[in-house]
């Protein structure tokens, strides 16, 4: 219907490449601004719906399970139906109708699904094509461009607080997700600037990968293995079904006539069976070719079924132990360098803040967010310190940060707390795209983006519920960060092992 352009390999860290980083960055923008309020949301749906915490935490289960899910989806199955542009723009009207249905939500019920369910689908999938776009179209600015385009979170994450705590006082909870859901329309514009870029390595990649997707399939498929039953004494004999079990079939069927007499004649003479093992009827050989029909097809069913697996994930990856550190890494840090912002509301709200003091503490850890990115747009690409260094480096201070929860206990102390976190935190989601690249290959960055999605989301769900369950019992946060906290630390030590797996 529209023909629009594609960029050409000379685009690769210049040119269209700074206008889909302008994209991304508006979406970050849009996604983890939102994402980063929740706190302020979280009260006001307390008081709206007058629930409990560890329900609202449900809410955030929920939504990184769904997350997890349409990771898989959107990288899987998306980016081979649809272009980026699609993607991106579809977002941002399932956002629209995230907000709107908030807005208008008559029960916790229905708010499972419009801010678990349509706000995780938006996020998917707009920011993942945008990254996966960003992957493509820098190569040795890679770093850098991942760093900024988080900054453009790390900036709503600033200035949206501000502006929701403004459109509350001024228009209620219902006027302000109305307004906020106008933000997503944004991703129009944004989605129709990813031009398709195409690049001979990309292309070559994706033959490799087409290639090794065939040979999983039909690699040990070509024996079929098939079961005639003895109509004599019970016992079954199982044939290897191979490339030449026709014509061995039909000679068997041209011999049948023959061996019948033979076995007719030894029977007469010594009055034994006919023995089973060495003669096949022609009635059990049709009996075994029906059979073998219907497990052909039953086998090409689990052939599509294991495309479609493939498709969506190249399991060949867990052969790779840097993929498997990689993995367990962000299973552990994920929740930590994530929700720590959400669960700062309601941990000054215990600690006697107002609504008021709570958007101020939101801005300054998102003011410490910025700073943190910032620092990587300048030093993700240096050659001095090793990228899984910095990130080691980071989820150990940003676990002890979380350790010290418990003196935390007036404004100035949370405010401290929050821009520390929130520095080290950040640290996360601007390497991890690039440490993806670094473990497996360029070529496997859709499978990387995806699968850190999916640990990300199981990781922080069963946090978010934990969490909730442990402030109903004992009246207070401090032991959620303190979960946290360990598994920062232990996420951090691991990263130091990455040498000692590549040997």
């Known amino acids: 219907m529209f023909n629009f352009r594609k960029s050409s390999p000379s685009s690769v860290d210049r040119g269209w490449a700074w206008i889909i980083l302008l994209g991304c960055f508006v979406e970050y923008f849009v996604v983890l601004g939102m994402y980063k309020s929740f706190g302020i949301f979280f009260v006001q749906y307390q008081r709206k719906y007058n629930t409990s915490a560890s ?3 449900m809410i955030l289960s929920v939504q990184n399970i769904i997350t997890s899910i349409s990771s898989l989806i959107v990288m899987g199955v998306g980016t081979r139906y649809f272009t980026e542009r699609t993607m991106v723009m579809s977002g941002g009207l399932i956002g ?20 678990s369910f349509l706000f995780a689908v938006s996020a998917m999938a707009a920011t993942l094509p945008a990254m996966l776009m960003v992957g493509k179209y820098f190569e040795k600015r890679r770093g850098m461009a991942n760093s900024i385009a988080n900054v453009g979170g790390s900036l709503g994450g600033f200035v949206l607080p501000f502006f929701l705590t403004f459109l509350f006082s001024e228009y209620g909870l219902e006027g302000t997700l109305i307004i906020a859901g106008g933000l997503y329309l944004q991703f129009l514009p944004a989605g129709l600037v990813m031009r398709t870029i195409e690049r001979d390595s990309a292309l070559h990649e994706d033959k490799e990968f087409t290639g090794s997707l065939l040979s999983n399939q039909t690699d040990k498929g070509n024996v079929i293995e098939y079961e005639i039953q003895d109509a004599y004494n019970g016992s079954s004999t199982s044939l290897n079904k191979t490339v030449n079990t026709e014509l061995k079939a039909k000679s068997m069927v041209n011999n049948n006539s023959s061996q019948k007499n033979c076995s007719s004649k030894s029977s007469a003479l010594h009055g034994s069976s006919l023995d089973i093992e060495s003669t096949v009827s022609v009635k059990n050989i049709n009996t075994g070719r029906s059979q073998h029909c219907s497990l052909s097809t039953l086998s090409d069913a689990k052939r599509k079924c294991l495309k479609f697996l493939f498709t969506l994930f190249d399991f060949a990856l867990f052969k790779n132990p840097k993929f498997i550190l990689l993995m367990l890494v962000a299973f552990l840090v994920a929740p930590g360098s994530t929700i720590v912002v959400t669960f700062i509301a309601p941990f000054a709200i215990d600690n006697d803040q107002s609504i008021n003091m709570i958007g101020y503490l939101l801005t300054l850890s998102s003011a410490g967010d ?26 150990l201070a940003n676990g002890l940060t ?14 401290v707390f929050g821009f520390l976190q929130s520095s080290f935190g950040g640290t996360y989601y601007s390497l991890i795209n690039v440490l993806i690249v670094d473990f497996i290959g360029l070529k496997n960055l859709h499978h990387g983006l995806s699968m850190t999605t999916v640990m990300r989301g199981i990781s922080v769900a069963i946090t978010s519920s934990v969490i909730g369950h442990l402030r109903d019992h004992t009246g207070s946060y401090v032991s959620g960060f303190y979960l946290m906290g360990t598994c920062l630390v232990l996420g951090g030590l691991l990263l130091l092992f990455k040498p000692l797996i590549s040997k």
Request: proline share 2%; aromatic share 14%.
């Open 96 to 115: 629209l109708g995230c907000c709107i249905g908030n807005a208008f939500a008559p029960s916790v019920e229905v708010l499972f699904f419009t801010q």
């Open 402 to 415: 979380c350790l010290l929860a418990s003196f935390y206990d007036t404004f100035a102390k949370l405010a």
């Open 370 to 395: 910025l700073t943190g990115r910032l620092l990587f747009v300048f030093i993700s690409d240096n050659k001095v310190i090793q990228r899984y260094h910095m990130l080691s480096i980071a989820m």
């Open 55 to 57: 329900v609202l935490s």
